[in-house]
């Protein structure tokens, strides 16, 4: 908007102040705008005026909050662990396994650093393969193979391939689309005289059928990265990537990768983007990340380092994943922020209490008493590993660990806020005073980032008092509560944080689910949702756990999306979550929805988003019949009638599976509203109803 006259400028304003009562913050924004907009900027008796909007706004603003309680406007995030194959073989789309020959018996008794390769010789050829480790790439990486080629067979009458070589089928095929880009590298020293020629092919299991095909010529006897790009000339989901030297020498090889050339947000060293898309779909305010139990590590030996998972992959220290096979790191902590800011989510990074966890060594069968914690003389490193990360994150360019995060590609800080400390850990002296020292270093040194402390892994009990006190005691100003139960739980106690005192530590409710992915589990969580928006003055964040979970390679049952190499199945508490995440509000109305408060199976929320003014009203029945719930908007203007609505409703025992995904899913519709309506909640349902108003 423009004005021609500067002397009406005082008119203008007047009808932005009547307006402010409106739209506050919106408002403000437009009045500055109104003066940039008009080249002034510095009149006196303008910023009188602009002081006096601002004074009327900040009226109204607290006017409206008396009918409106602020509530977190991070209340719904995602927890991020690499369980079930989540990062590996899940949403890092790296194509190749054990792509740097690191995996060994320590994570699964079979394996060894040829596992998922294959050696072959086609053509009469005649050669060997050894696994080396006296001049890695990097310490961190030590495995590579070495490949002797003796002899390559071009026998009479054999017109097929010839050579020495590795073939790799992936995480059980890998996935290509006819016409599809491939980035594919590989580190070669070579040594022998000659350089050797790689002939680098995606093909069908059998070998028949060869879907891309490039050479690769080494060119130096020192370590040195071979690149090259294929197009798939058919689609299939179980092809394998083979590395065949053709001609005769000695060849060290490393870190063989293949990457779809489309990731989500293009991204090198990315994510599939279907999976990706799913979450950032859901726009969740955070995401916390690596973990779960892979944080804290079976053994101090195991504990999740942020350091050793930055910088190129060839340098990353690949580990033994907790739940039971090998994290490259890949996905590593540059990835987890990069895709937090693609996706407009904040970044929040759990960190060891210095102990690893209390279950390390399987000792959960005997009580969970496997917690160790570092030695008190490598302290001083451990917590400065801590201030490093805040560095890295926000530090600038010229800071020796902000320039690290710039070299990698992101010169501007990731705006990091949160930093969790622990998860769920045993509250035992060591890991108190550990505590103690890192989340007072935290303090000291960055007073602008919020930590979160740890309450053990259940609702109650002695870690979750002890966890509580010590993070009051300790003036923490959040602290991550865990727990995983039946469904009748989520509804006998959803007024648990009612009573939650106002002047401590408030909750991050960091990993809760039902057992179970049926339609009744879920709508028990929406139950329970509605009651942390009603309590959002107290309770901060909230993730469901875990996230992602791939068919045939979980470890735990309850989980929010499936997938497999090709598909996606998104759980019925997917689409409960989802419609949370995208239905926040920064204000909670008490009141607007009557139900029948003495029935626990029914419950409902009334949240705006004071950002684009939308009125958002969750209804949910967790009953086997349909429920009438009375709607009052009387207390808001200016409601748009024609309203969005989202319903997710069904069988409580539905579930959706690879074969029917769709049988549960959330189904928008427009709905007309007016300043009082009754709805008929359906049996077992949850109703989203999005009401605009005008500015
Ligand atoms: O979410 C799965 C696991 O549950 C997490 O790793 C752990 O923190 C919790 O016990």
Redesign the pocket.
Known sequence: MTISNPSEIKNDIQKYILICNDREIYKMKKIKELFVDNGVHNSPEVFILVGLCLFISATAIAQKTQLGKKISSDLFGL?F?D?NYAADGGLYAELVQNRSFEYNPTEQKEWNPLSFWEYFSPGYSIGRISVETTSPIHINNPHYIVLDIEHVGHEVNYTGAAGVGIKNIGFGGMVIKAGEKFNFSLFARQLSKEPIIISVSLQSPSGKIKYAENTISTSSKQWKKYTSTFTASESSDSASLVILATTKGKLAVDVISLFPEKTFKNRSNGLRVDLAQMLADMKPKFIRFP????AHGDGLGNMYRWKNTIGPIERRKEQRNLWGYNQTAGLGYYEFFQFCEDIGAKPLPVLPAAVCCQNSGGTWRIGGTGQKALPMNEMKDYVQEVLDLIEWANGSAASPWGAKRAAAGHPKPFNLQYIGIG??DKITPEFEERFKMISKAVKMKHPEIIVIGTAG?FHSGEDFNKGWKLSNDLKIPIVDE?Y?TNPEWFLSNQHRYDTYPRNAAKVYLG?YASWGNKLWNAIAEAVYMTSLERNGDVVALTSY??LLAKKGFTQ?KTDMIFFDNNSICPTPNYYVQKMFSTNQGDLYFDNVIAKNDKDSTQAASCVQDSKTGDIILKLVNAGKQPAPMNVSMAGFENIIEDAERTVITGNADAENTFENPKNVVSVKSTFKVSSKFEYETPAMSLTVIRIKTKK
Do not use: D, T
């Open positions: 927890f662990e369980i973990g779960g139990c892979l998860n769920e892994p865990h995983y990993e756990a875990p735990w």
